[in-house]
Structures are given as C-alpha cells and as structure tokens.
C-alpha cells in the first residue's frame, strides 16, 4: 500500500499497489527453522514472558538483555570445542573484520560474559540476573522444533551458598506452575569442582578405554578431548555403555558431596520434588 501524495491539488492522492495472489504466495517466506510469532500466538507469548518478569522480579532477580549475536570462541570455551551445539549446531559466521561470530546458541555464557564484562561484581558481587531472549541452533527440524528457539533462564553469581542453588530451582520450578504446566520432572546432579572432577575423568577414561573398539570415531575424540561429554551422546552403542560407567556422585570430594547434600535438603524444606540424575 503506498502512503499518500503530497502535491499542489486539493487533496492528496491514495495509491494502492496490487498483488495477484499467485505472486503473493511467492514473493518471501520465513528462513526454513525460524518462524514468525503471531495472533493469538503472541497474546500467549506476551503472558509467558510477563509472568517470568513478575515471578523473578519478586524474588530480586534483575533483567539482563545480551546482544544476539557473539564471538564464536565464547561458546567453544563455556559450552566446550567438543559439544554437539559449538561442533554442529552453531551458526558461525566472518564479519567484515574477518572475526569469527556465532548467533548465540544459549543464553547462559552471554549474560556470564556480561557480568565480567561490565564488572558488575563491584561493588557487590552478588548478582541475581534473568534474560529472555531468541537462541539459534542449526539442528535437524521436528514437530514443535525450531532452529530459532526463545530461552528463559536466571543466574547467580557470587554466591557458593547452596540454599541459592535451591532457591534458583525453586523459582524456575513455580515458573512452570504459574503457567499451568504441572507434568515435568525437576533433575538435578553435580559435576564437582577442579579438586574432584578431573580424577572423576581419569576413572572415566580408563573405564571407556575398556570399550574404546565399540565407540565410534566420534567417541574416540570424544574420549580424548571430553570424556563427560561422552553421557551427552545420541549414538546407541556408547548410551549403552554409559549405563555401566561410574557416576559422578559416587566421586565427589568432601566440600561438593556437603553441598549437593545441603542443597537436596533445602529443596526438601521448598517441597521441590525431584530426582537425582548423575
């Protein structure tokens, strides 16, 4: 539709341009894996995001909003070289500049890389931050699968207390209920520290070297590089495997076996029910 025309008549000209509905149908169609959001969708989509704002902001979460686009290598250090999302599923692209970037794939690392970055732990380190936002990942398509995804998600920063790990869950968990969502399981596991988990790897690696002919040549790097990564695997055969591997709960060092104790405890007392997935 054209706008009017200014001009020296009495009155200004409307022009319409038409289309024919063959032409219409063919002119431009969303990117294959994105998608638009639109009525009475995003009616819905405007109440999930108000009740997020309302929810964590009443528990003293601040809103952070990160940019869309990021350096590649954040996501390669954070979510790992030998992850599914930074090896197959990021969309990595050269600027003018010639300098690597991603569209982000998760929003975890963007807004940690926004707490360092804007030193927002000075004065006080202790930060509660929320964020919401559209993530991209190149992966294969599927009913009610996107490339382009919307992610909601909290994090602390500067606190070890376990009842804040708790807490976090909690919030996250009358998330779901606010919006009527009650079938979801809530698990949780720990991963240790720099004491525990770098011998929790030297005994999962002698453990897949047993098995180190069944694995693939993707299993292999992964054994090499990461071998916890291997537990995030799709292939039959090391899922398999994994079903025998020890587990990392069994192996914690003092300090994070207290924690993970003290933060089951406090989810106790929250009346959060959830299962304990090493």
């Known amino acids: 539709m054209g706008g009017s025309t200014p001009g020296g008549g009495a ?21 294959k894996g994105m998608h638009d959001l ?6 819905l989509w405007s109440k999930i995001e108000k009740t997020a704002q309302t929810l964590f902001e009443s528990f003293g979460f601040q809103k952070i909003v990160t940019p869309i686009v990021e350096e590649a ?7 790992g070289e030998t992850s599914e999302v930074v090896q197959k ?20 690392a963007s807004v940690a890389r926004a707490y360092v970055e804007h030193r927002l732990f000075h004065p006080e380190p202790y930060q509660k931050l929320y964020y919401w936002g559209p993530m991209y990942r190149y992966e294969r398509m599927q009913q009610g699968r996107y490339r382009q995804h919307f992610q ?21 968990s009358q998330f779901y209920q606010k919006l009527g969502i009650s079938n979801f399981q809530t698990e949780i596991n720990s991963i240790g ?29 992964l054994l090499e590089r990461n071998p916890l990564r291997l537990f995030d695997s799709k292939e039959e055969a090391i899922q ?18 207290t924690h993970f104790e003290a933060v089951q405890r406090a989810l106790t007392q929250l009346n959060v029910s959830y299962h304990v997935n090493p």
């Open 240 to 257: 398999k495997i994994c079903q025998s591997a020890p587990v990392i709960t069994q192996h914690l060092c003092v300090p994070c076996k």
């Open 152 to 172: 909601v998600g909290v994090e602390v920063f500067g606190s070890a207390d376990p009842r804040i790990d708790a807490e976090t869950i909690y919030v996250l």
């Open 11 to 31: 009155q200004d000209k409307i022009t319409l341009s038409h289309v024919t509905a063959e032409e219409n149908i063919l002119l431009y169609k969303s990117v």
């Open 193 to 221: 520290d720099a004491t525990c988990r770098p011998k929790f790897r030297d005994l999962l690696v002698s453990y897949f070297k047993k098995y180190e002919k069944d694995l693939s040549e993707d299993g292999k790097l």
């Open 89 to 108: 599923q990021m969309y990595v692209f050269k600027d003018k500049k010639d300098k690597t970037l991603c569209l982000r794939p998760e929003g975890t």
């Open 38 to 43: 639109i009525p009475p969708a995003s009616k």
């Open 73 to 79: 290598d954040l996501f390669m250090r954070s979510v």
